[in-house]
């Protein structure tokens, strides 16, 4: 069987709990035909259990579903009446409870269901695929395999493949790039070891820091503080990372660690704390509890103190000599300088560090295959800025390597076991060189530019000495480059801040079509370094310019923008736009202008200009005029534009590509790609595509507006909104000018414009606003907030 050419039409997942749900959830956002099992229910209600659980999903926050209707797509069933189902599936994942025992009968209830070619796995978290294998007969044994998502599994972008010894490595193959192409996700090879690799390190992370935080005595917020963003680690830190993922799951993986790993020299360290168990004996487990290490009375926030055995206030404060050091550029100098300090927290951090590093070389052979494995899953599992290999590699490999013997041989570190030979083999004193990361059983270099799945991501997410190819420079300024990639099709990114655009960014625009025009098969725009699409103006600089009153400055930039969005739309060769990330206010009207878009699935797209006061000018509100009027004939023709006023007047921002679909800022012709390491090579298809396709420039049409009888219509909305205290009286206000630009303006309804007719109503507007001081006011609010003002 030729797995590489199956295709996943129809998947099942084992299991209704939260995780199982959520997986489900993430096939269907994919367009997979997803199956949710569990136990039947009561005779009537058979489904009732996978049900209840699809209710629960549509109110979890952040949304695990594209759109709710996405839910609808998940077919419910239970094992008593339902298994059939199985033999049209081509993947099966189960994700009950971390029960052998309940794994064990499961597997043998539903193996004479699954098809001849059916691939079945785990999402066990830490159990033995082996054991689990041992389950299934031998024939089925090349089809499983351990496939760990993380939680979220939207959001969390770490799977773990974890075979058993028979697994057919074709059918590895074909996992690894159906998850990294059809759910865009980040997939590493672990070996079947307890916990893989991102719960082993990460996990042996948190204990580690419990264990130096009691040592050092220092307090829990204090330890957030040190652990968090100063470190390249999420905000959350430690220990409102433990409450998040929930203390008893967190000691349920110690526990793992503990039952499975007796010989570790480490194994001193996987023990649940008594502060921690005492909580969770309290029902005091986290987030889900809304108590845990944290907790939140009204407005103040306190944390559990060691000493009282009791919560109190936040507000301890790590030393500012230690926040100093943290503050280095130099890696190699903060190293030095926190294990010289005499501060308790300079030498918490050392501690730390010095045992996650030992601990990490002494695994990686075990646990991995070579080191950037381990760094990967760290970094898409927990949200590290840097994994453990590339934090020593900087901070000076041989250097650092001295001082931790030193301390085994002091007896200082945590396990006397000595620091693993081949870290003083490393060739140049680098595991990560521009030929790949190191693999210490083979001594070679492992590069990923040889790897398939990595075909389509022109420019994956670098990892330490990585070297990628810049292309070759077509023109450039303190604010944009533009460039190919030794090709016909050029490529334009920002450099500003956010990809924010002012003058010299729309110059870029305008120079880049003129240049595509004449070399290129098309252009497009792409943020080369940045995750984020366009953020629209510079906020700070806009409110400079309404504090100085250079209106007319102002006045001169929006109608450049107007005409740099027009220059886009009616270029003579495609111009797309590679979104992904945030595309708000004018990098949304950028895009809409763009011949096609081609989005990351987790784009965020709005027109929400009016949250700052303001509506959009740079041909936004004309876009989404002329795109009602295209709509086919309906037995309303005001139901589209009032959809589209309502987004705009909110300022809703669309919380994913599909929905983007479902607002109308994306059309059905634009392409969603699921991993956004992939928006380039599916940009450039595109451009191709068109190209070959013989692009044309669209032709210049009138476009029919509703006029005065669809103002009125909008204005009985904003009354009744109004009344009902939905809206502030400037929101009422903000509103009525962006439906008056929709509508066209005080003429008859039916009437035909053209575009420069509503350019020229979106500008008048806009200009009217920016010069309101509720406007400046919400300016500056969400500047200072980074939320919205409803004054």
Same mark, same amino acid.
């Given at each position: 069987?030729?797995?590489?050419?199956?295709?996943?039409?129809?998947?099942?997942?084992?299991?209704?709990? @939260?995780?199982g749900?959520q997986? &489900?959830?993430?096939?269907?956002?994919?367009?997979?035909?997803?199956?949710?099992?569990?136990?039947? %229910?009561?005779?009537?209600?058979?489904?009732?259990?996978?049900?209840?659980?699809?209710?629960?999903?549509?109110?979890?926050?952040?949304?695990?579903?594209? @759109? $709710?209707?996405t839910?609808?797509?998940?077919? =419910?069933?239970?094992?008593?009446?339902?298994?059939?189902?199985?033999k049209?599936?081509?993947?099966?994942?189960?994700?009950?409870?971390?029960? $052998?025992?309940?794994?064990?009968?499961?597997?043998?209830?539903?193996?004479?269901?699954?098809?001849?070619?059916?691939?079945?796995?785990?999402n066990?978290?830490?159990?033995?695929i082996?054991?689990?294998a041992?389950?299934? =007969?031998?024939?089925?044994?090349?089809?499983?395999?351990?496939?760990?998502?993380?939680?979220?599994?939207?959001?969390m972008?770490?799977?773990?493949?974890i075979?058993?010894?028979?697994?057919?490595?074709?059918?590895?193959?074909q996992?690894?790039?159906?998850?990294?192409?059809?759910?865009?996700?980040?997939?590493?090879?672990?070996?079947?070891?307890?916990?893989?690799?991102?719960?082993?390190?990460?996990?042996?992370?948190? $204990?580690?820091?419990?264990?130096?935080?009691?040592?050092?005595?220092i307090?829990?917020?204090? @330890?957030?503080?040190?652990?968090?963003?100063?470190?390249?680690?999420?905000?959350?830190?430690?220990?409102?990372?433990?409450?998040?993922?929930?203390?008893?799951?967190?000691?349920?993986?110690?526990?793992?660690?503990?039952?499975?790993?007796l010989?570790?020299?480490?194994?001193?360290?996987? @023990?649940? =704390?008594?502060?921690?168990?005492?909580?969770i004996?309290?029902?005091?487990?986290?987030?889900?509890?809304?108590?845990?290490?944290?907790?939140?009375?009204?407005?103040?926030?306190?944390?559990?103190?060691?000493?009282?055995?009791?919560?109190?206030?936040?507000g301890?404060?790590?030393?500012s000599?230690v926040?100093?050091? $943290?503050?280095?550029?130099?890696?190699?100098?903060?190293?030095?300088?926190?294990r010289?300090?005499?501060? =308790?927290?300079?030498?918490?951090?050392w501690s730390?560090?010095?045992d996650?590093?030992?601990?990490?070389?002494?695994?990686?052979?075990?646990?991995?295959?070579?080191?950037?494995?381990?760094?990967?899953?760290l970094?898409?599992?927990?949200?590290?800025a840097?994994?453990?290999?590339?934090?020593?590699?900087?901070?000076? !490999?041989?250097?650092?390597?001295?001082?931790?013997?030193?301390?085994?041989?002091?007896?200082?570190?945590?396990?006397?076991?000595?620091?693993?030979?081949?870290?003083?083999?490393?060739?140049?004193?680098?595991?990560?060189?521009?030929?790949?990361?190191?693999?210490?059983?083979?001594?070679?270099?492992?590069s990923?530019?040889?790897?398939?799945?990595?075909?389509?991501?022109?420019?994956?997410?670098?990892?330490?000495?990585?070297?990628?190819?810049?292309?070759?420079?077509?023109f450039?300024?303190?604010?944009?480059?533009? !460039?190919?990639?030794?090709?016909?099709? &050029?490529?334009?990114?920002?450099?500003?801040?956010?990809?924010?655009?002012?003058?010299?960014?729309?110059? %870029?625009?305008?120079?880049?079509?003129?240049?595509?025009?004449?070399?290129?098969?098309?252009?497009?725009i792409?943020?080369?370094?940045?995750?984020?699409?366009?953020?629209?103006a510079?906020?700070?600089?806009?409110?400079?310019?309404?504090?100085?009153?250079?209106?007319?400055?102002?006045?001169n930039?929006?109608?450049?923008?107007?005409?740099?969005?027009?220059?886009?739309?009616?270029?003579?060769?495609?111009?797309?736009?590679?979104?992904?990330?945030?595309?708000?206010?004018?990098?949304?009207?950028?895009?809409?202008?763009?011949?096609?878009?081609?989005?990351?699935?987790?784009?965020?797209?709005?027109?929400?200009?009016?949250?700052?006061?303001?509506?959009?000018?740079?041909?936004?509100?004309?876009?989404?005029?002329?795109?009602?009027?295209?709509?086919?004939?309906t037995?309303?023709?005001?139901?589209?534009?009032e959809?589209?006023?309502?987004?705009?007047?909110?300022?809703?921002?669309?919380?994913s590509?599909?929905?983007?679909?479902?607002?109308?800022?994306?059309?059905?012709?634009?392409?969603?790609?699921?991993?956004?390491?992939?928006?380039?090579?599916?940009?450039k298809?595109?451009?191709?595509?068109?190209?070959?396709? %013989?692009?044309?420039?669209?032709?210049?049409?009138?476009?029919?507006?509703?006029?005065q009888?669809?103002?009125?219509?909008?204005?009985?909305?904003?009354?009744?909104?109004?009344?009902? %205290?939905? +809206?502030?009286?400037?929101?009422?206000?903000?509103?009525?000018?962006?439906?008056?630009?929709?509508?066209?303006g005080? +003429?008859?309804?039916?009437?035909?414009?053209?575009?420069?007719?509503l350019?020229?109503?979106?500008?008048?507007?806009?200009?009217?606003?920016?010069?309101?001081?509720?406007?400046?006011?919400?300016?500056?609010?969400?500047?200072?907030?980074?939320?919205?003002?409803?004054?």
């Amino acid at each position: 069987m030729d797995y590489n050419n199956i295709p996943m039409r129809r998947i099942a997942v084992l299991g209704a709990g @939260v995780m199982g749900a959520q997986i &489900a959830a993430h096939f269907v956002n994919a367009g997979i035909e997803a199956i949710l099992f569990d136990l039947p %229910g009561d005779a009537q209600h058979k489904n009732s259990l996978v049900e209840n659980s699809l209710k629960s999903l549509a109110k979890l926050q952040p949304s695990p579903v594209a @759109v $709710l209707q996405t839910l609808e797509q998940i077919k =419910p069933a239970n094992y008593q009446d339902d298994l059939a189902l199985l033999k049209e599936c081509d993947l099966v994942i189960e994700a009950i409870a971390e029960r $052998l025992d309940w794994k064990r009968d499961l597997y043998q209830k539903i193996t004479p269901f699954l098809g001849e070619n059916t691939i079945i796995s785990s999402n066990t978290s830490g159990l033995s695929i082996a054991a689990l294998a041992d389950y299934l =007969p031998p024939a089925k044994r090349k089809q499983f395999m351990g496939m760990h998502f993380f939680n979220p599994p939207r959001y969390m972008s770490l799977v773990e493949l974890i075979p058993c010894g028979d697994t057919d490595k074709t059918v590895l193959t074909q996992m690894e790039s159906f998850l990294t192409h059809a759910l865009g996700k980040q997939v590493v090879y672990a070996k079947d070891t307890p916990n893989f690799i991102a719960n082993r390190i990460g996990v042996f992370s948190i $204990l580690s820091i419990m264990h130096y935080a009691d040592k050092y005595n220092i307090g829990f917020d204090v @330890v957030d503080e040190l652990t968090g963003t100063i470190l390249g680690r999420p905000k959350s830190a430690t220990f409102r990372t433990a409450d998040v993922v929930g203390l008893d799951t967190l000691a349920h993986t110690v526990t793992t660690m503990q039952q499975g790993l007796l010989q570790d020299p480490w194994h001193a360290l996987y @023990v649940t =704390p008594d502060w921690m168990q005492e909580l969770i004996d309290k029902g005091a487990l986290g987030q889900k509890t809304h108590l845990g290490v944290y907790k939140k009375e009204g407005k103040d926030l306190y944390v559990f103190d060691l000493k009282e055995s009791n919560y109190r206030r936040i507000g301890h404060q790590a030393s500012s000599q230690v926040l100093d050091i $943290l503050q280095k550029l130099d890696m190699a100098t903060r190293f030095k300088e926190l294990r010289a300090s005499s501060k =308790p927290e300079a030498q918490f951090l050392w501690s730390y560090f010095r045992d996650l590093f030992h601990y990490c070389s002494h695994q990686v052979t075990e646990i991995a295959e070579h080191v950037r494995d381990i760094d990967m899953a760290l970094r898409a599992g927990f949200g590290w800025a840097q994994g453990p290999f590339e934090t020593w590699q900087q901070a000076g !490999w041989l250097d650092v390597a001295m001082m931790i013997k030193e301390d085994i041989h002091a007896g200082t570190s945590f396990a006397n076991t000595p620091l693993a030979a081949w870290v003083f083999d490393v060739p140049g004193q680098q595991v990560y060189t521009a030929q790949g990361a190191f693999d210490p059983k083979t001594k070679q270099y492992i590069s990923r530019r040889e790897q398939e799945v990595y075909r389509k991501q022109y420019y994956p997410q670098p990892f330490l000495a990585e070297s990628d190819d810049e292309g070759e420079t077509i023109f450039e300024s303190d604010s944009v480059r533009c !460039w190919h990639m030794r090709d016909d099709i &050029a490529i334009l990114s920002f450099k500003t801040k956010m990809c924010s655009i002012g003058l010299e960014v729309l110059e %870029g625009i305008v120079k880049a079509v003129d240049y595509a025009q004449k070399h290129s098969r098309g252009l497009v725009i792409w943020q080369r370094h940045s995750n984020q699409f366009s953020v629209g103006a510079n906020l700070k600089e806009f409110t400079q310019t309404i504090k100085e009153k250079k209106f007319d400055v102002l006045e001169n930039t929006l109608y450049q923008f107007q005409q740099a969005c027009m220059t886009v739309r009616y270029a003579t060769v495609p111009v797309v736009a590679a979104v992904r990330g945030y595309a708000f206010g004018g990098g949304c009207e950028l895009m809409l202008h763009c011949s096609r878009t081609v989005a990351a699935f987790e784009s965020y797209v709005g027109l929400v200009e009016a949250g700052v006061g303001l509506l959009p000018a740079g041909g936004g509100c004309k876009e989404m005029v002329r795109r009602a009027s295209e709509m086919p004939f309906t037995l309303d023709g005001f139901a589209p534009l009032e959809a589209y006023f309502k987004q705009i007047a909110m300022a809703m921002a669309a919380k994913s590509a599909t929905e983007a679909q479902q607002f109308g800022y994306l059309r059905a012709t634009d392409t969603i790609v699921m991993n956004a390491q992939e928006v380039l090579y599916a940009a450039k298809q595109t451009v191709r595509y068109l190209s070959e396709m %013989g692009y044309r420039a669209p032709l210049k049409k009138l476009i029919r507006v509703q006029g005065q009888a669809g103002m009125a219509r909008l204005q009985s909305i904003l009354v009744n909104m109004r009344a009902g %205290g939905f +809206i502030s009286e400037y929101d009422a206000f903000i509103a009525a000018k962006i439906g008056d630009v929709l509508c066209g303006g005080d +003429i008859e309804q039916d009437s035909l414009v053209d575009e420069d007719w509503l350019l020229g109503l979106e500008l008048q507007a806009f200009m009217e606003l920016a010069q309101k001081p509720q406007t400046l006011e919400r300016i500056e609010y969400m500047l200072k907030t980074g939320k919205p003002l409803r004054n």
